[in-house]
C-alpha cells in the first residue's frame, strides 16, 4: 500500500491494530518512509502503544511505548498483532509511506473472506512464485487447493 497522508488537512489515523482477522490475517508490517527532510516539527510520527485487547481502549488508556519519526528511507517492522496497537499522529505537511503485510497464506485461504481476497485477480504473488505455486502453499490440502483455484479462476 502506497499511502500520503495530506499534511493540509493534518491527516492522521487513528489507533488500530493491522490484523483485523476480519478476512485477511496479517502477521508482520514493514514500512518504508519516503520523506525527505522530515523534521520532529512535521508531525506524522507513527505512535506505538502498549500491548491491549480489542476492541482497543482509547487512546490515553494505551500508554505509548514510543513515537517513531517517518524519516526517508527508514524501515519498520513490526508484529500485526494486539502486541503492536499503533497510529499516525496529526502530520503538517504531506507524509508518504510504502506498507507491505506479511500475510499467513492457510489461515486466510482457509477463511471465505480471505478466500476471496487471496484469490483476487488485483493481488499477485512476490515472484518467484506463479500464482498457482501461491495457492498451493496456502491450500490445507487437495480439496482446499481445488477450491482456491476454482476462486482464483472465477475473479480473473
Known amino acids: 500500500m502506497l499511502a500520503c497522508y495530506p499534511g493540509a488537512s493534518r491527516a492522521r489515523y487513528h489507533p488500530h491494530i493491522d490484523n483485523d482477522r476480519s478476512y485477511i490475517h496479517r502477521v508482520l508490517t514493514a514500512i518504508l518512509y519516503l520523506n525527505e527532510d522530515w523534521q520532529a516539527q512535521d508531525g506524522g510520527q ?7 485487547s480489542l476492541p482497543l481502549p482509547q487512546p490515553n488508556e494505551l500508554g ?18 494486539e502486541e503492536v496497537p499503533h497510529e499516525v499522529l496529526a502530520t503538517c505537511r504531506d507524509r508518504y509511506a510504502c506498507t507491505v503485510w506479511l500475510v499467513d497464506g492457510q489461515l486466510s485461504a482457509a477463511d471465505p473472506n480471505g478466500a476471496l481476497r487471496i484469490c483476487s485477480a488485483s493481488l499477485q504473488p512476490v515472484a518467484p512464485l506463479s500464482r498457482d505455486e501461491a ?3 496456502a491450500a490445507a ?3 482446499h487447493l ?3 483455484r476454482d476462486l482464483a479462476n472465477a475473479a480473473c
Open 46 to 52: 507513527l505512535r506505538i502503544f502498549n500491548e491491549a
Open 64 to 81: 505509548a511505548k514510543f513515537d517513531v519519526e517517518p524519516l526517508g528511507n527508514r524501515l519498520l517492522l513490526f508484529w500485526a498483532t
Open 135 to 137: 495457492l498451493f502453499r
Open 141 to 143: 490440502d487437495p480439496e
Open 146 to 148: 481445488a477450491k482456491l
